[in-house]
């Protein structure tokens, strides 16, 4: 099996939602030695990216609910190849920590999934608070863990506020300073002037932009993942 082979099968079991068969296509390809981050990057994502794009233009035989089986196979497909990413990566030593969730009222989990699995390939200690998080739990976990960054994601415009408390929070705590504080999602995607209205210091836009920021140099995974971008900030 190459990738194309595997891109194409994962495509068809996606579509039918046969969740088992591509499950078991994952474990054949990793057995295989196709390198895991070619299927994610070239096989999952991909196939991640063309069902959104397919829902987002309104084809009728993708719903709502088929994005939802979709993203559960992606999800689950990701956890059996993490293991074979960050096996080469023990040795070294753990950067700054990071706080990490969705805000309060939203729970689109597998980007920021996506997002946590890259953070720790890159050796960050990742404090994942989940999903539907309030904004001052965001604050009081970055300090109880004296973490150096809060990234914050939503798909709903309508979330932006929660957003903002965040950083007002920071602000009132005079953590501002010592804390960066990130976001992403769909709203932010799609006008950039929310990122200053929420008092944000940036946003994970791109991956590799954002380990630009936070390590200070180009990630030595670019050329390897350099075909993720913004799937993770559009969220399942």
Known sequence: ?????FKDKFY??????????ALSLVDNALAERLPPDQLITKGILDILKK???YFDEGYINISAFQLLAVGKIAEDSLEKIKPWLIKDNQTENIKDKIVL???KNDFHGL???ILKLFLEMENFEVIDLGLDVEPAKFVDAAQEHDAKYIFVSTMMLHNIIGVKRVGDILFQRNLRDKVKFFVGGAPFNYNYGLIEKVGADGSAEDVYLLMDKII???????KRFKILRRYFKRGM
């Open 216 to 222: 200070g140099r180009v990630s030595k995974r670019k």
């Open 12 to 21: 068809s079991y996606t579509y039918e939602r046969k969740y088992k068969e």
């Open 1 to 5: 099996m190459n990738i194309t082979e």
């Open 101 to 103: 969730g969705t805000i």
């Open 51 to 53: 069902f959104q794009s």
């Open 111 to 113: 980007g920021k999934k």
